[in-house]
Protein backbone atom coordinates (compact mmCIF):
# COMPACT_ATOMS: atom_id res chain seq x y z
CA UNK A 1 0.00 0.00 0.00
CA UNK A 2 1.42 3.49 -0.95
CA UNK A 3 0.67 6.81 0.89
CA UNK A 4 -1.22 7.64 -1.85
CA UNK A 5 -3.56 4.68 0.14
CA UNK A 6 -3.89 6.50 3.32
CA UNK A 7 -6.70 9.43 3.62
CA UNK A 8 -5.05 12.70 4.08
CA UNK A 9 -5.37 13.54 7.77
CA UNK A 10 -3.49 16.04 9.90
CA UNK A 11 -2.52 14.97 13.84
CA UNK A 12 -0.75 17.09 16.20
CA UNK A 13 -0.29 18.18 20.21
CA UNK A 14 0.85 20.07 22.60
CA UNK A 15 1.15 19.69 25.69
CA UNK A 16 -0.50 21.10 28.65
CA UNK A 17 2.62 22.42 30.76
CA UNK A 18 1.19 25.76 31.49
CA UNK A 19 2.26 28.45 29.86
CA UNK A 20 1.20 28.44 26.12
CA UNK A 21 4.07 30.62 24.50
CA UNK A 22 4.46 33.27 21.15
CA UNK A 23 6.54 29.90 19.87
CA UNK A 24 3.53 27.22 20.86
CA UNK A 25 0.87 29.81 19.06
CA UNK A 26 3.61 30.72 15.89
CA UNK A 27 4.83 27.67 15.53
CA UNK A 28 2.17 25.44 16.23
CA UNK A 29 -1.36 26.67 17.27
CA UNK A 30 -2.18 29.77 14.19
CA UNK A 31 -0.64 27.29 11.80
CA UNK A 32 -3.33 24.30 13.29
CA UNK A 33 -6.39 26.99 12.72
CA UNK A 34 -4.97 27.54 8.86
CA UNK A 35 -5.35 23.75 8.45
CA UNK A 36 -8.95 23.81 9.02
CA UNK A 37 -11.25 22.70 6.57
CA UNK A 38 -8.28 21.78 4.31
CA UNK A 39 -8.27 18.42 5.43
CA UNK A 40 -9.61 16.32 8.32
CA UNK A 41 -7.86 18.09 11.69
CA UNK A 42 -7.10 16.26 15.18
CA UNK A 43 -6.00 18.23 17.53
CA UNK A 44 -4.75 16.89 20.98
CA UNK A 45 -3.66 17.84 24.66
CA UNK A 46 -1.36 15.35 25.55
CA UNK A 47 -1.73 15.44 28.64
CA UNK A 48 0.17 11.81 29.25
CA UNK A 49 3.31 13.55 27.85
CA UNK A 50 3.08 16.50 30.34
CA UNK A 51 4.12 14.26 33.33
CA UNK A 52 6.72 12.79 31.78
CA UNK A 53 9.33 15.75 32.86
CA UNK A 54 8.28 15.85 36.25
CA UNK A 55 4.95 14.53 37.93
CA UNK A 56 2.78 18.00 38.54
CA UNK A 57 0.41 18.69 40.91
CA UNK A 58 -2.69 17.15 40.52
CA UNK A 59 -4.36 20.62 40.44
CA UNK A 60 -2.17 22.04 37.88
CA UNK A 61 -2.08 19.64 35.29
CA UNK A 62 -6.28 19.61 35.61
CA UNK A 63 -5.98 23.75 35.37
CA UNK A 64 -3.15 23.21 32.63
CA UNK A 65 -5.33 21.00 30.38
CA UNK A 66 -8.44 23.79 30.45
CA UNK A 67 -6.42 26.64 29.92
CA UNK A 68 -4.66 24.81 26.97
CA UNK A 69 -8.14 23.89 25.77
CA UNK A 70 -9.10 27.52 26.13
CA UNK A 71 -6.09 28.40 24.17
CA UNK A 72 -6.87 25.67 20.89
CA UNK A 73 -10.27 27.20 21.08
CA UNK A 74 -9.83 31.41 21.90
CA UNK A 75 -7.11 30.99 18.82
CA UNK A 76 -9.92 29.99 16.49
CA UNK A 77 -10.13 26.07 17.14
CA UNK A 78 -13.36 25.26 16.19
CA UNK A 79 -14.16 21.74 17.98
CA UNK A 80 -16.79 20.91 15.70
CA UNK A 81 -14.85 21.29 12.79
CA UNK A 82 -11.58 19.60 14.16
CA UNK A 83 -11.76 17.02 16.66
CA UNK A 84 -10.14 18.60 20.02
CA UNK A 85 -9.82 16.32 23.23
CA UNK A 86 -7.11 15.31 25.59
CA UNK A 87 -5.15 12.07 25.13
CA UNK A 88 -5.58 10.66 28.77
CA UNK A 89 -9.43 10.08 27.78
CA UNK A 90 -8.36 8.12 24.26
CA UNK A 91 -7.09 4.67 26.25
CA UNK A 92 -5.87 3.36 22.87
CA UNK A 93 -2.97 5.87 23.11
CA UNK A 94 -1.32 4.13 25.61
CA UNK A 95 -2.01 0.92 24.30
CA UNK A 96 -0.28 1.27 21.14
CA UNK A 97 2.50 3.38 23.19
CA UNK A 98 3.10 -0.36 24.33
CA UNK A 99 3.71 -1.95 21.18
CA UNK A 100 5.76 0.95 19.24
CA UNK A 101 7.52 0.51 23.38
CA UNK A 102 8.56 -2.82 22.07
CA UNK A 103 9.09 -2.08 17.82
CA UNK A 104 11.33 1.07 18.69
CA UNK A 105 14.81 0.84 19.84
CA UNK A 106 16.94 1.46 22.72
CA UNK A 107 19.88 3.39 20.52
CA UNK A 108 17.02 5.33 18.40
CA UNK A 109 15.74 6.62 21.26
CA UNK A 110 19.03 7.52 22.89
CA UNK A 111 20.19 9.91 19.61
CA UNK A 112 16.90 12.14 20.63
CA UNK A 113 17.81 15.46 21.30
CA UNK A 114 15.25 16.59 22.88
CA UNK A 115 15.81 13.59 25.36
CA UNK A 116 19.77 14.57 25.71
CA UNK A 117 18.52 18.42 26.61
CA UNK A 118 16.27 17.24 28.88
CA UNK A 119 17.73 14.58 30.59
CA UNK A 120 21.20 16.50 30.81
CA UNK A 121 23.74 14.91 32.86
CA UNK A 122 21.29 13.44 35.01
CA UNK A 123 19.58 11.06 32.84
CA UNK A 124 20.13 8.18 35.31
CA UNK A 125 17.67 10.45 37.36
CA UNK A 126 14.95 10.34 34.36
CA UNK A 127 11.64 8.58 33.90
CA UNK A 128 11.45 5.79 32.02
CA UNK A 129 8.63 7.80 30.33
CA UNK A 130 11.10 10.49 29.56
CA UNK A 131 12.60 7.78 27.63
CA UNK A 132 9.89 6.07 25.86
CA UNK A 133 8.17 9.63 24.99
CA UNK A 134 8.71 9.66 21.75
CA UNK A 135 6.95 6.30 20.68
CA UNK A 136 4.32 7.54 22.53
CA UNK A 137 3.90 10.77 20.00
CA UNK A 138 4.32 8.13 17.65
CA UNK A 139 1.12 6.27 18.58
CA UNK A 140 -0.55 9.67 18.83
CA UNK A 141 0.00 10.05 15.45
CA UNK A 142 -0.05 6.30 14.25
CA UNK A 143 -3.62 5.77 15.45
CA UNK A 144 -5.49 7.70 13.48
CA UNK A 145 -3.31 6.95 10.51
CA UNK A 146 -2.23 10.46 9.91
CA UNK A 147 -0.33 11.64 6.79
CA UNK A 148 1.02 14.95 8.22
CA UNK A 149 2.09 16.68 11.06
CA UNK A 150 2.09 19.78 11.61
CA UNK A 151 5.07 21.42 14.07
CA UNK A 152 7.86 23.36 14.80
CA UNK A 153 11.14 22.82 14.71
CA UNK A 154 11.91 20.93 17.42
CA UNK A 155 9.68 18.37 16.72
CA UNK A 156 10.80 17.26 13.54
CA UNK A 157 13.40 14.62 14.72
CA UNK A 158 9.98 13.01 16.43
CA UNK A 159 8.23 12.76 13.52
CA UNK A 160 10.85 11.19 11.81
CA UNK A 161 11.40 8.38 14.48
CA UNK A 162 7.59 8.30 13.99
CA UNK A 163 8.49 7.35 10.20
CA UNK A 164 10.91 4.95 11.17
CA UNK A 165 8.38 3.33 14.06
CA UNK A 166 6.04 2.61 11.18
CA UNK A 167 8.70 1.30 8.90
CA UNK A 168 9.90 -1.33 10.79
CA UNK A 169 6.14 -2.06 11.96
CA UNK A 170 5.03 -2.67 8.51
CA UNK A 171 8.43 -4.44 7.38
CA UNK A 172 8.32 -6.66 10.70
CA UNK A 173 5.00 -8.18 10.02
CA UNK A 174 4.87 -8.04 6.17
CA UNK A 175 2.07 -5.19 6.29
CA UNK A 176 1.46 -1.67 4.68
CA UNK A 177 -0.58 -0.43 7.62
CA UNK A 178 0.79 2.60 9.20
CA UNK A 179 1.70 5.59 7.07
CA UNK A 180 4.79 7.39 6.68
CA UNK A 181 3.65 10.67 7.57
CA UNK A 182 5.25 13.54 6.97
CA UNK A 183 6.54 16.12 9.19
CA UNK A 184 5.06 20.04 8.21
CA UNK A 185 7.20 22.83 9.24
CA UNK A 186 6.55 25.56 7.16
CA UNK A 187 6.19 29.71 7.13
CA UNK A 188 8.38 31.98 9.28
CA UNK A 189 7.81 31.02 12.52
CA UNK A 190 9.00 27.46 12.92
CA UNK A 191 11.42 28.14 15.47
CA UNK A 192 10.59 31.20 17.51
CA UNK A 193 13.63 32.21 19.76
CA UNK A 194 13.90 33.71 23.10
CA UNK A 195 13.77 37.05 23.45
CA UNK A 196 16.99 37.40 25.36
CA UNK A 197 19.21 34.99 23.45
CA UNK A 198 18.88 34.66 19.46
CA UNK A 199 20.54 31.33 19.85
CA UNK A 200 18.07 29.82 22.20
CA UNK A 201 14.23 28.48 21.41
CA UNK A 202 11.59 30.32 23.03
CA UNK A 203 10.72 28.10 25.51
CA UNK A 204 8.39 27.75 28.96
CA UNK A 205 11.03 25.90 30.83
CA UNK A 206 13.21 29.07 29.84
CA UNK A 207 13.93 30.50 33.82
CA UNK A 208 13.73 33.90 32.85
CA UNK A 209 10.35 34.98 32.04
CA UNK A 210 11.57 38.18 30.04
CA UNK A 211 12.52 35.19 27.12
CA UNK A 212 9.14 34.51 26.33
CA UNK A 213 5.75 36.24 25.46
CA UNK A 214 2.98 34.07 27.43
CA UNK A 215 -0.43 34.15 25.87
CA UNK A 216 -1.56 35.58 29.09
CA UNK A 217 0.72 38.54 29.43
CA UNK A 218 -1.09 41.76 29.24
CA UNK A 219 -0.35 45.00 26.90
CA UNK A 220 2.00 46.23 29.71
CA UNK A 221 4.31 43.17 30.26
CA UNK A 222 4.21 42.74 26.28
CA UNK A 223 5.26 46.13 25.45
CA UNK A 224 8.44 45.57 28.08
CA UNK A 225 9.37 42.28 27.04
CA UNK A 226 9.84 43.53 23.51
CA UNK A 227 11.15 47.19 24.17
CA UNK A 228 13.91 44.49 26.76
CA UNK A 229 14.33 42.47 24.01
CA UNK A 230 18.18 41.79 23.10
CA UNK A 231 18.81 43.34 19.71
CA UNK A 232 21.99 45.04 17.90
CA UNK A 233 22.95 48.30 17.15
CA UNK A 234 22.23 48.43 13.39
CA UNK A 235 19.29 49.28 11.82
CA UNK A 236 17.22 46.94 9.67
CA UNK A 237 18.12 45.75 6.53
CA UNK A 238 16.10 46.08 3.48
CA UNK A 239 16.04 42.66 2.15
CA UNK A 240 16.33 39.45 4.26
CA UNK A 241 19.91 38.78 3.34
CA UNK A 242 20.56 41.43 5.68
CA UNK A 243 19.61 39.30 8.42
CA UNK A 244 22.36 36.97 7.99
CA UNK A 245 24.30 36.64 11.42
CA UNK A 246 22.34 39.19 13.07
CA UNK A 247 19.96 36.11 14.88
CA UNK A 248 17.81 38.41 17.17
CA UNK A 249 16.52 40.67 14.70
CA UNK A 250 15.72 38.12 11.99
CA UNK A 251 13.61 36.68 15.45
CA UNK A 252 11.77 39.87 15.81
CA UNK A 253 11.67 40.45 11.72
CA UNK A 254 10.15 37.22 11.73
CA UNK A 255 7.33 37.27 14.62
CA UNK A 256 6.05 39.93 12.61
CA UNK A 257 5.98 38.91 9.90
CA UNK A 258 4.14 35.76 11.17
CA UNK A 259 1.70 38.12 13.58
CA UNK A 260 0.73 39.99 10.05
CA UNK A 261 0.88 37.13 8.00
CA UNK A 262 3.51 38.25 5.55
CA UNK A 263 6.69 37.17 4.29
CA UNK A 264 10.13 38.55 5.37
CA UNK A 265 10.57 40.23 2.09
CA UNK A 266 7.62 42.45 2.22
CA UNK A 267 7.95 43.58 6.03
CA UNK A 268 11.65 44.48 5.36
CA UNK A 269 10.45 46.45 2.17
CA UNK A 270 8.36 48.61 5.05
CA UNK A 271 10.65 48.78 7.94
CA UNK A 272 14.30 48.44 6.22
CA UNK A 273 15.96 51.01 7.38
CA UNK A 274 13.82 51.34 10.38
CA UNK A 275 16.31 52.02 14.23
CA UNK A 276 14.59 49.39 16.99
CA UNK A 277 13.43 52.25 18.75
CA UNK A 278 11.69 52.52 15.85
CA UNK A 279 10.61 48.65 14.90
CA UNK A 280 9.57 47.28 18.38
CA UNK A 281 7.04 50.14 19.18
CA UNK A 282 5.66 48.82 15.84
CA UNK A 283 5.98 44.82 17.29
CA UNK A 284 4.31 45.46 20.42
CA UNK A 285 1.46 47.58 18.92
CA UNK A 286 0.88 44.39 16.26
CA UNK A 287 1.54 41.55 18.78
CA UNK A 288 -0.97 42.92 22.29
CA UNK A 289 -3.81 43.68 18.98
CA UNK A 290 -3.03 40.36 17.42
CA UNK A 291 -2.63 38.69 21.32
CA UNK A 292 -4.79 40.75 23.38
CA UNK A 293 -8.59 39.26 22.23
CA UNK A 294 -7.05 35.78 22.87
CA UNK A 295 -6.34 35.58 26.22
CA UNK A 296 -9.56 37.82 27.14
CA UNK A 297 -11.25 35.21 25.44
CA UNK A 298 -8.85 32.43 26.81
CA UNK A 299 -9.91 33.69 30.52
CA UNK A 300 -13.98 33.79 29.61
CA UNK A 301 -13.95 30.18 28.72
CA UNK A 302 -11.48 29.38 31.72
CA UNK A 303 -14.26 30.57 33.95
CA UNK A 304 -16.60 28.07 32.35
CA UNK A 305 -14.52 24.87 32.56
CA UNK A 306 -17.76 22.50 32.34
CA UNK A 307 -17.68 23.25 28.94
CA UNK A 308 -14.42 22.85 28.48
CA UNK A 309 -15.00 19.50 29.42
CA UNK A 310 -18.26 18.42 27.54
CA UNK A 311 -16.03 19.52 24.23
CA UNK A 312 -13.22 17.74 25.43
CA UNK A 313 -15.39 14.99 26.22
CA UNK A 314 -16.91 14.79 23.04
CA UNK A 315 -13.98 15.39 21.20
CA UNK A 316 -12.76 12.04 22.62
CA UNK A 317 -15.44 9.84 21.86
CA UNK A 318 -15.15 11.07 18.34
CA UNK A 319 -11.02 10.34 18.33
CA UNK A 320 -12.18 6.93 20.09
CA UNK A 321 -14.12 5.81 17.03
CA UNK A 322 -11.35 6.52 14.67
CA UNK A 323 -9.10 5.16 16.92
CA UNK A 324 -10.41 2.06 18.35
CA UNK A 325 -10.42 0.07 15.16
CA UNK A 326 -7.30 0.66 14.24
CA UNK A 327 -5.86 -0.21 17.90
CA UNK A 328 -7.76 -4.03 17.20
CA UNK A 329 -6.27 -4.30 13.70
CA UNK A 330 -2.50 -3.51 15.29
CA UNK A 331 -3.87 -6.41 17.99
CA UNK A 332 -4.28 -8.43 15.03
CA UNK A 333 -1.59 -7.86 13.08
CA UNK A 334 0.56 -8.70 16.12
CA UNK A 335 -0.98 -11.77 17.15
CA UNK A 336 -3.19 -11.10 20.52
CA UNK A 337 -5.74 -12.94 20.61
CA UNK A 338 -9.13 -10.73 21.19
P1 LIG B 1 5.42 21.09 22.82
O1 LIG B 1 4.27 21.00 23.75
O2 LIG B 1 6.78 21.32 23.37
O3 LIG B 1 5.15 22.23 21.74
C1 LIG B 1 3.94 22.28 21.01
C2 LIG B 1 4.17 22.78 19.60
O4 LIG B 1 4.75 24.09 19.64
C3 LIG B 1 5.93 24.10 18.86
N1 LIG B 1 6.88 25.04 19.48
C4 LIG B 1 7.49 26.02 18.82
N2 LIG B 1 7.41 26.40 17.53
C5 LIG B 1 8.16 27.46 17.16
N3 LIG B 1 8.97 28.13 18.00
C6 LIG B 1 9.08 27.79 19.30
N4 LIG B 1 9.86 28.45 20.14
C7 LIG B 1 8.31 26.68 19.77
N5 LIG B 1 8.16 26.07 20.97
C8 LIG B 1 7.28 25.06 20.77
C9 LIG B 1 6.45 22.68 18.91
O5 LIG B 1 7.32 22.41 17.83
C10 LIG B 1 5.17 21.90 18.82
O6 LIG B 1 4.74 21.78 17.48
N6 LIG B 1 6.25 16.31 21.65
C11 LIG B 1 5.41 17.45 21.39
C12 LIG B 1 3.93 17.20 21.65
C13 LIG B 1 3.36 16.00 20.95
C14 LIG B 1 3.04 15.91 19.59
C15 LIG B 1 2.48 14.61 19.41
C16 LIG B 1 3.17 16.78 18.51
C17 LIG B 1 3.03 14.82 21.55
N7 LIG B 1 2.48 13.98 20.61
C18 LIG B 1 2.05 14.17 18.15
C19 LIG B 1 2.74 16.34 17.24
C20 LIG B 1 2.18 15.05 17.08
C21 LIG B 1 5.84 18.60 22.29
O7 LIG B 1 6.41 18.40 23.33
O8 LIG B 1 5.44 19.82 21.86
Known amino acids: MSEAAFTPRIFSGIQPSGGLTLGNYLGAIKRFVAEQGKMETIYCIVDQHAITA ?148 MSKSDPSDMSRINMTDDADAIATKIRKAKTDPDALPSEAAGLEGRSEARNLVNIYAALSDRDVDSVLRDVGGKAFSEFKPMLSDLAVEKLAPISSEMARLMQQPDEIDAILSRGADRARAIAAPILARTYEIVGMVR
Not at 54 to 83: C, K, V
Not at 145 to 164: F, I, S, W, Y
Open 54 to 201: TLPEPGTLRRNTRELAAGYIASGIDPEQSILFNQSQVAEHAQLGWIFNCVARMGWMQRMTQWKDKAGKNSQNASLGLFAYPALMAADILLYHATHVPVGEDQKQHVELTRDIAAKFNHDYGVAFFPLAEPVIEGVATRVMSLRDGSKK
